[in-house]
C-alpha cells in the first residue's frame, strides 16, 4: 500500500472536468514536499505531466493543472477527449523512510 | 530529442543476479541526476534508485537497498542498475528517468522505454 492514496478509477465524458485525488500526511505533501503528476498512456512509458504541484512541462495542454492544499494534492482535466484515457499517477516524497521518493497507487482515467 | 534506451533486461532464476543499462542521448548527460523506477505487470510505479550528476550521491528504496546498485559512466552516456539477490517480486518493466532539470531533480522528465525483468524458476 502507497503512502500516497489515490482513488483506482475515475470517469467522465468528453468535454467534462474531472478531478483526480492524491492523498498523504504530515510526512510527505503535508510536510511541504513538492507534488509530480504522470500520465502513462496504455503501453507506454509515463511522462511528467504537472511538476511542484501546479507547473507544465512545456507541451502540455492547459487543459491540465494542478493544486495543492494540506495533506493532498489534485489533478484537473478539463474538455476530457479521448486521448486522455490512462493511468494517472502523483508521486512526492515521503520523510519516514530514509530518502525515499513514493508514487500513488495510480488512478485508470476512463472516457466515457 | 532526449532518448534513454535501457537493455539488459530477461529472465533470472530467484537468487541470480543482473545488470540494466539505459544509453543516454541528446543531453549533457554528466549534468542531470537519473533514476530508476520499475512497475510489476499491472500494477504501479515504484521508485528504485537515483544518482547524483556526478555520482557522489545515490538513493534507494528500501526494498531494493543492499541488493542493488545504481552507477554511472559520464563518459559513456551510460546509467546502470547492478541486481542481485533477485527475487520474484523483482519481476516488473525497469525504466530509467532523467531529472527535468540538472543538478540532482527527483522530477522526471523523460524516459526510457523499460526493459523487462522477469525473475522466476
Known amino acids: 500500500q502507497s503512502v500516497l492514496t489515490q482513488p483506482p478509477s475515475v470517469s467522465g465524458a468528453p468535454g467534462q472536468r474531472v478531478t483526480i485525488a492524491c492523498t498523504g500526511s504530515?510526512?510527505?505533501?503535508?510536510?511541504?514536499?513538492?507534488v509530480h503528476w504522470y500520465q502513462q498512456l496504455p503501453g507506454r512509458a509515463p511522462k511528467l505531466l504537472i511538476y511542484?504541484?501546479?507547473n507544465r512541462p512545456s507541451g502540455v495542454p492547459d487543459r491540465f493543472s494542478g493544486s495543492k492544499s494540506g495533506t493532498s494534492a489534485s489533478l484537473a482535466i478539463t474538455g476530457l477527449q479521448a486521448e486522455d484515457e490512462a493511468d494517472y499517477y502523483c508521486?512526492?516524497?515521503?520523510?519516514?523512510?530514509?530518502?525515499?521518493?513514493?508514487f500513488g497507487g495510480g488512478t485508470k482515467l476512463t472516457v466515457l | 530529442q532526449v532518448q534513454l534506451v535501457e537493455s539488459g533486461g530477461g529472465v533470472v532464476q530467484p537468487g541470480g543476479s543482473l545488470r540494466l543499462s539505459c544509453a543516454a542521448s541528446?543531453?549533457?548527460?554528466?549534468?542531470?541526476?537519473m533514476h530508476w523506477v520499475r512497475q510489476a505487470p499491472g500494477k504501479g510505479l515504484e521508485w528504485v534508485a537515483s544518482?547524483?550528476?556526478?555520482?557522489?550521491?545515490?538513493n534507494y528504496a528500501e526494498s531494493v537497498k543492499g541488493r542493488f546498485t545504481i552507477s554511472r559512466d559520464n563518459s559513456k552516456n551510460t546509467l546502470f542498475l547492478q541486481m542481485s539477490s533477485l527475487r520474484a517480486e523483482d519481476t516488473g518493466v525497469y525504466y530509467c528517468?532523467?531529472?527535468?532539470?540538472?543538478?540532482?531533480?527527483?522530477?522526471?522528465?523523460?524516459w526510457g522505454q523499460g526493459t523487462l525483468v522477469t525473475v522466476s524458476s
Open positions: 528517468a532523467k531529472g527535468l532539470y540538472s543538478g540532482y531533480d527527483f522530477k522526471l522528465g523523460h
Open positions: 541528446a543531453f549533457t548527460f554528466s549534468s542531470f541526476g
Open positions: 544518482i547524483r550528476y556526478d555520482g557522489n550521491e545515490k
Open positions: 504530515s510526512s510527505n505533501i503535508g510536510a511541504g514536499y513538492d
Open positions: 511542484a504541484s501546479i
Open positions: 508521486q512526492s516524497y515521503d520523510n519516514t523512510l530514509s530518502d525515499s521518493w513514493v
